[in-house]
Each structure stands twice: as C-alpha cells, then as structure tokens.
C-alpha cells in the first residue's frame, strides 16, 4: 500500500507568522497575522480555535480542506506550532504555505519561494528546525530595511501612514495570490504571476 492513505482529502494550510497579543497587532512583524485575518473574512472563517499552540480556522474550498492558522508562540518558536498541527492532521510540506514578513524587500511587494534558506527570519528558521526540511511553500510580504533605527525597533513598530497603502495594496494581492493557491494553482504559476 503506498504511503500517501487511500482517500486522505487534499489539504491546504495557510500559517501567517506574528506574535499574539494586541500591543503587536500592527506591528510589521505581524503582516502574516494581518494576511491570515483578509483570507478569513474572505472565506468567512473565525479563527478561533485554540489548538496546538495555534489560533486556527477551519474551511472547504471546492472539496478542500483548508486551515488557516496563527501560532501563538510568538515568532521564534514558530515552528512548535505548525509542526504539532502537521503532525496531528498528517499534512506534508507541500500542503503549506508560511506568510512572512521580509527586510530586504520593498515594502508591500511579494515574493513566492518553494524552499530556500530562513534569510535571518526567525520564524521560518524554527519552522525549518522543526520540519527537517527547506521545502515548503512561502509567500513573502516587503517590509523593507529600516534606515537608522535597530531592526528589533523596526520590525516591532506599526507602518507609517505613506507606508500603510503599500502594506494594504501587497495583502489585498497576497490574498489574491492565496485565493489561487487554494484554488489549484501551483507555486511556479504563482512565481510567474506575482513575483
């Protein structure tokens, strides 16, 4: 018999990269969260159910199951969460796809990747410890290099009002971009699309 179970559903799961509670709500660390809250009100899905070190929610699309899930670890233990909830619901690396803010991208731009090093992210460097492996799907979010201040002071800040429409244009695209995920499209057509 192989090793993929007969009749397993197709699964998709969506993990936006944050750290919980309200003082960080805003900050640019949290755009995984912020794009997680768009799909959900998009797909009209609460996530709220506290499982496994995550906040997660629950739908089908078109016969899929998809999950939508915030760990709540806070950032450099990300990967606590997402391995307990892939562990428990048998979901493999290339059913997810991790939403991650990144420094050395304009703000508001997009990047799919399908594997590649942590690039000195926290999140996904624990994700990678965690999963044993670089290969799986993520969709990075610009939040460009601070000029003058600390990266710690940067990152754990709020966008600026000119930097907020960039931030509010990439994940209304983001979200998009997930939408055709969801839908069936594959990573490289998603790379050509909106790299």
């Not at 397993?8 to 944050?18: D, R, S």
């Not at 750290?19 to 009100?41: C, R, V, W």
């Not at 909830?85 to 508001?108: F, K, S």
Request: aromatic share 6%; net charge negative.
């Amino acid at each position: 018999m192989s090793n993929h179970c007969e009749g397993k559903e197709i699964v998709k799961m969506i993990i936006g990269l944050g750290n919980p509670g309200s003082q960080y709500a805003k900050t640019k660390h949290n755009i995984g969260f912020m794009m997680i809250d768009e799909l959900a009100s998009r797909l009209n899905v609460a996530v709220t159910k506290h499982e496994f070190d995550a906040a997660t929610g629950t739908t089908m699309v078109n016969g899929e199951k998809v999950f939508l899930v915030k760990p709540q670890t806070f950032m450099n233990t990300s990967g606590r969460a997402v391995g307990q909830l892939m562990a428990y619901y048998q979901i493999q690396p290339d059913e997810i796809m991790v939403v991650q803010d990144d420094m050395d991208m304009p703000m508001g731009q997009l990047r799919f990747r399908t594997q590649g090093s942590a690039g000195g992210h926290n999140g996904i460097k624990d994700i990678i410890n965690v999963l044993g492996t670089k290969e799986f799907g993520r969709l990075k979010i610009g939040i460009q290099h601070p000029k003058k201040q600390k990266v710690v002071d940067w990152v754990l800040t709020p966008f600026s009002s000119t930097d907020q429409p960039l931030i509010d244009e990439g994940i209304t695209t983001g979200a998009n971009a997930l939408e055709d995920w969801i839908g069936g499209s594959s990573l490289p057509d998603l790379m050509n699309k909106y790299n």
